[in-house]
């Protein structure tokens, strides 16, 4: 990796920049907005009237490198509530490129509850991040107060185009005027460009309007306020005292990001495809950021471990390897599958939690020495990191989707979408609540459609960002081998479908380009995730085939399953009939809802009336019987129930 970049407080980078638009595939806005009517200043008024105050002293700088786990800023640290609210940006983990440490603050034109600043294609200000009040009164100009921080545009989200800007802000205290009656001075600002390596810059605070008990900083970014568009990431902030102009490197190590999840290319994969696939583990590499500006050694140990059974994958996992560190830039320290077998507490889910640690480190940072994910074993089969970094839709009326392979059959419940805002640059507004088709195709062919639904398919972005919204199948759809899921358009505003631009899964990534199945050309993961029926559940004693006892051949079928009407109807006892049956019925808890007794009626006839007011959802049936030549038939099947 190139060492990271230095720049001073001056130098004003201006890069130009364009938006490339494919003639079908589309990340982001469809065109370019017209400009706002906004007129940037060098001064603002104060945002915040509540904040804490904070204290430098010269062992304590004021310092976030957003390392920790969950998407909100710390509130500790900064002022959440400065502004309108939900102004800040979001912490992500793998929106930027080469970042000095572990996790980032990504600035974009959504704001925390996932709602765009703009329901137009205009430019203002984005998101934005203020600390709380910083006492510098004790302090003066030969205190040598120095702020730096790392920046970088676009990462893996979309690019900032020139006329964007990110902008530091400090407070001045006018002088004679009553506390509050401040004002915001810009002492940094930076133009779009490209993405490029993360650049360190360092800003001293020297003018004797900003030493005073309520001094603070803000950081804000202006572009596109329609979307997730216009991405800044800005790590490591720190602010300390008695620094030098050459004081840009630190007594620290961090784990950044790992190249790969281990279940590669998955990140969830359904219990019962990974037991039934014939690999599921997969390399990878955990990624080092070194900031000392020293070559040297270090060791890396990872545990994968079963948070359910508290089982520690050992010793078939390599759990550690050292090597070199390069000085003042990043390493890769790669590491062998691992190996599940015999350490799963669970037959049916697990959650496997995979931790990375720095296990001979000892520096300034300790936060960062860790890193941690976790990987599901249940229904869902993912292949994103749950971070959208951009909107992927088409410019025509037209479907696409993501290829999934099935290494048993199963049963297709429900299918999750994350939707990242875009606005409709048709119409204008937003395309929140537009309608569209969820699709499933058996073919790389357009054509091949195998099951398409329209009822209750709009777009929902929820109030939280990377909201993934559950759109439940009207039947359960049987499935096997290849299957594509995705979308149709109906509309020529591009939808919009999240994408994650940190796994290139785009082999796996189909569009209809005028009635012929296309293999995308953009590097990315769609954020489609299919839900299959081996959810998590308890099942108790019972389990999901027809279990036979032994000297019966001749075991129950129950149909139609999945079961639309109460009319349950079964067959497979011909060369002797019932003389009892028994049949109940337990949710996924193992509690029984329903048992029945079948009378001579309903054994001559074959059928069962199941009770009103039953859930729809999954449940277990047992039953038992009897034949007249004295064979038992016994055994429980899962059933699924949907009116």
């Given at each position: 990796m190139t060492p990271y970049k230095v720049l001073f407080i001056g130098l004003f980078l201006l890069f130009s920049c364009s938006l490339s638009y494919a003639q079908i595939e589309q990340i982001g806005p469809g065109q370019m907005g017209s400009?706002?009517?906004?007129?940037?200043?060098?001064?603002?008024?104060?945002?915040?009237?509540?904040?804490?105050?904070?204290?430098?002293?010269?062992?304590k700088p004021?310092?976030?490198?957003?390392?920790?786990?969950?998407s909100v800023p710390d509130s500790s640290l900064w002022d959440l509530g400065a502004g309108d609210g939900f102004h800040y940006p979001t912490i992500n983990r793998r929106a930027a490129i080469g970042p000095p440490s572990l996790g980032e603050a990504t600035f974009d034109g959504v704001s925390a509850n996932n709602d765009p600043y703009s329901r137009r294609l205009t430019r203002g200000p984005c998101d934005r991040l203020e600390t709380h009040y910083i006492d510098l009164s004790g302090l003066d100009p030969d205190s040598d107060v120095w702020l730096t921080f790392f920046l970088q545009p676009e990462g893996f989200g979309d690019p900032p185009a020139t006329q964007d800007s990110f902008k530091v802000y400090m407070n001045a205290l006018n002088s004679g005027s009553a506390m509050g009656q401040d004002s915001m001075v810009v002492v940094y600002k930076q133009g779009g460009s490209r993405v490029k390596d993360f650049e360190q810059i360092t800003i001293r605070v020297s003018n004797p309007i900003f030493f005073h008990p309520q001094f603070y900083i803000a950081f804000e970014s202006e572009g596109f306020q329609a979307g997730i568009l216009n991405a800044w990431h800005l790590d490591y902030v720190s602010l300390g005292l008695e620094r030098t102009p050459d004081d840009t490197l630190y007594q620290d190590r961090s784990v950044c990001y790992l190249t790969n999840p281990p279940l590669d290319p998955y990140t969830a994969i359904p219990f019962q495809q990974y037991t039934t696939g014939t690999s599921m583990?997969?390399?990878?590499?955990?990624?080092?950021s070194n900031l000392t500006g020293n070559s040297q050694s270090a060791i890396v140990t990872t545990e994968m471990e079963d948070v359910v059974g508290g089982n520690i994958f050992s010793p078939t996992f390599q759990n550690q390897t050292s090597g070199p560190l390069t000085g003042l830039g990043s390493s890769t320290f790669n590491f062998t599958p691992y190996n599940t077998s015999g350490g799963l507490s669970n037959p049916d889910s697990a959650t496997l939690r995979h931790q990375v640690r720095l296990s001979n480190n000892s520096d300034d940072v300790a936060v960062n020495d860790v890193f941690y994910d976790y990987y599901r074993l249940d229904s869902i089969m993912a292949y994103d990191d749950g971070e959208a970094d951009a909107g992927y839709g088409l410019n025509r009326s037209r479907g696409f989707g993501q290829r999934f392979e099935l290494s048993s059959p199963d049963s297709l419940m429900a299918v999750w979408i994350c939707f990242a805002p875009q606005i409709d640059f048709f119409r204008g507004g937003s395309l929140e609540g537009q309608d569209f088709r969820l699709t499933i195709w058996f073919d790389e062919d357009p054509d091949s459609v195998l099951y398409q639904q329209i009822s209750d398919m709009t777009i929902e972005y929820g109030d939280t960002a990377n909201h993934f919204q559950r759109y439940?199948?009207?039947?359960?759809?049987?499935?096997?081998?290849?299957?594509y899921i995705g979308v149709t358009q109906l509309t020529d505003a591009p939808i919009g479908v999240g994408y994650d631009l940190t796994y290139n899964n785009n082999n796996y990534v189909y569009y209809d380009s005028v009635g012929k199945w296309t293999n995308s050309r953009l590097n990315g993961t769609l954020m489609i995730r299919p839900e299959f029926w081996n959810i998590n559940f308890n099942p108790g004693p019972f389990t999901d085939v027809e279990r036979e006892v032994a000297g019966q051949n001749q075991l129950l079928t129950f149909y139609p399953n999945p079961l639309t009407s109460k009319l349950l109807r079964f067959s497979g006892s011909k060369d002797a009939p019932l003389t009892s049956l028994q049949v109940t019925l337990h949710d996924l808890s193992g509690r029984r809802v329903y048992t029945h007794s079948l009378n001579s009626a309903e054994?001559?006839?074959?059928?069962?009336?199941?009770p009103p007011g039953l859930v729809d959802g999954l449940y277990f049936l047992r039953y038992e019987g009897m034949k007249e030549n004295g064979q038992v038939v016994r055994g429980s099947k899962r059933m699924v129930v949907m009116d």
């Open positions: 400009r706002a009517t906004w007129n940037p200043s060098e001064t603002a008024p104060r945002r915040s009237t509540t904040k804490d105050t904070l204290f430098l002293t010269t062992t004021f310092f976030d490198d957003f390392s920790y786990h969950g583990q997969s390399p990878f590499g955990v990624v080092i439940p199948l009207r039947r359960a759809l049987s499935l096997e081998g290849t299957v054994l001559s006839g074959r059928q069962v009336t199941l």
